[in-house]
Nanobody
C-alpha cells in the first residue's frame, strides 16, 4: 500500500512562504486522489487542497495564497503556501484516497509567527 512522507514544515513569519512536499512510495500518486489537510491546535482537521484527475481544488480560506501541484515523475505532491498568516499554524497532513481506502502521512508542523 502507498506510504506518504511529508516534509517542508517549519517556522515562518507572517507574510512568508513555505513549500510542503509529500513523497509517495509503494504506489503511484496518479492512482489516487491526493490532498492536503491541516489541524490547528484544539480544532478539527480541515481540508486544504486536492488533486483529482488532473484538476486542482483549493479551499476558500487559502485560495489565492496556496497552490497544490504534483510531479508524477517524482511521485510527489506539493503545497506552496504564500502570504502565510498566524491562523495557518497547524499540522499539515497529506492524504492519498483510493478504492482501497485513505492513506495518511504522519504530518508536518507549520508555525506562523505574527
Amino acid at each position: 500500500q502507498v506510504h506518504l512522507t511529508e516534509s517542508g514544515g517549519g517556522l515562518a513569519q507572517a507574510g512568508g512562504s513555505l513549500r510542503l512536499s509529500c513523497a509517495a512510495s509503494g504506489g503511484s500518486i496518479a492512482s489516487y486522489r491526493m490532498g492536503w489537510y491541516r489541524q490547528a491546535p484544539g480544532k478539527e482537521r480541515e481540508w486544504v487542497a486536492g488533486i483529482s484527475q488532473g484538476n486542482t481544488y483549493i479551499s476558500d480560506f487559502v485560495k489565492g495564497r496556496f497552490t497544490m501541484s504534483g510531479d508524477n515523475a517524482k511521485n510527489t505532491v506539493y503545497l506552496q503556501m504564500n502570504d502565510l498568516k498566524p491562523e495557518d499554524t497547524g499540522v499539515y497532513y497529506c492524504i492519498a484516497a483510493g478504492p482501497g481506502g485513505d492513506h495518511w502521512g504522519q504530518g508536518t508542523q507549520v508555525t506562523v509567527s505574527p
